[in-house]
């Protein structure tokens, strides 16, 4: 994905995913429950773990594929320096946050 605006990122329907993909499902959904376990150990719950979650509940269940890209990611390249701050501080904050605590802050790259 070459965007950066949160509102153009893909999602999608876990409705579809069950009757298309149903065992990758089950591996997202396997991956989500440790992350999301991990990150509950780290901050508790509430908004800022929701927004790191692989799926959205509202308005439809689906899954983000950005944020699964992010967790799934060695590198998370913003291609221009403009955009790499805008996934840094808007798009990923939350994501930028947890690998800068990590001691990971190079994980967002500008190449």
Request: charged letters at 25%; a neutral charge; hydrophobic letters at 40%.
């Given at each position: 994905?070459?965007?950066?605006?949160?509102?153009?990122?893909?999602?999608?329907?876990?409705?579809?995913?069950?009757?298309?993909?149903?065992?990758?499902?089950?591996?997202?959904?396997?991956?989500?429950?440790?992350w999301?376990?991990?990150?509950?150990?780290?901050?508790?719950?509430g908004?800022?773990?929701?927004?790191?979650?692989?799926?959205?509940?509202?308005?439809?269940?689906?899954?983000?594929?950005?944020?699964?890209?992010v967790?799934?990611?060695?590198?998370?390249?913003?291609?221009?320096?403009?955009?790499?701050?805008?996934?840094?501080?808007?798009?990923?904050?939350?994501?930028?946050?947890?690998?800068?605590?990590?001691?990971?802050?190079?994980?967002?790259?500008?190449?």
């Amino acid at each position: 994905n070459h965007t950066v605006m949160p509102e153009a990122l893909e999602k999608w329907p876990v409705q579809m995913m069950e009757e298309l993909l149903p065992r990758h499902l089950q591996i997202v959904g396997e991956i989500n429950l440790r992350w999301m376990s991990e990150l509950s150990k780290k901050y508790g719950g509430g908004p800022k773990i929701w927004a790191m979650s692989l799926f959205q509940e509202e308005p439809i269940k689906a899954i983000r594929m950005g944020n699964i890209a992010v967790l799934g990611s060695g590198k998370v390249n913003g291609v221009a320096a403009i955009h790499t701050e805008i996934v840094k501080k808007e798009t990923f904050a939350e994501f930028y946050e947890y690998f800068c605590d990590r001691g990971e802050k190079d994980k967002f790259v500008n190449m």
